[in-house]
């Protein structure tokens, strides 16, 4: 077991299309930890997308029901946990995260858009200009995903092996 991990929860924070699900599934496997995605519980519970529920009931209703889950998910331990990329958005989603360590998967924001140009599950950026939305979101973003405990820098051909490599070394 790493010397910083200790048991506790892996948190993965970062943009949408950083690869938090993927690498947190390799991470997981390593560790030996179960695996979860936040987004994922959210849409089983209610039994539709994410995209329906931003549509149906809102964004604040869906960072609600983010909060909730984050909430029930932290009384776990030995988890490896891939966040949406608004997490770090609610002040009281930080005192959940800190029960763990918190990883920032950094991606540039020129292969993120390359990676959702065609995507139609992110409802943030079902905009006329996403990439501006992108880059506007995510210079919002920056400052709160620079609190995580560990930032990992990605850079452009590395794979999600190489990423969970670099995060097993951090931690
Ligand atoms: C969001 C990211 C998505 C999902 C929702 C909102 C965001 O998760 O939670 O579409 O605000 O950045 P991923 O980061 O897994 O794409």
Redesign the pocket.
Known sequence: MSSLLQGVNLYLI?????G??TVGQLLAQQLSYGFV???NIIAQAAGRS?NQI?AQEGEAA?RQL?SDVLAQVCAYTRLTI?????IV?RRENWSYLHHGLIVWLDVPVEIIYNRLAEDT????LQDIDPQSKLRS?LEQRTPLYSQADLHITISKGETPEEIATKVMQAI
Do not use: H, N, V, W
Request: glycine residues 20%.
């Open positions: 970062g943009m949408m299309g950083a938090k699900t995605d936040t987004d994410i931003f869906f983010e891939a966040t949406g990329g608004g958005l599950t992110r409802p943030l979101l």
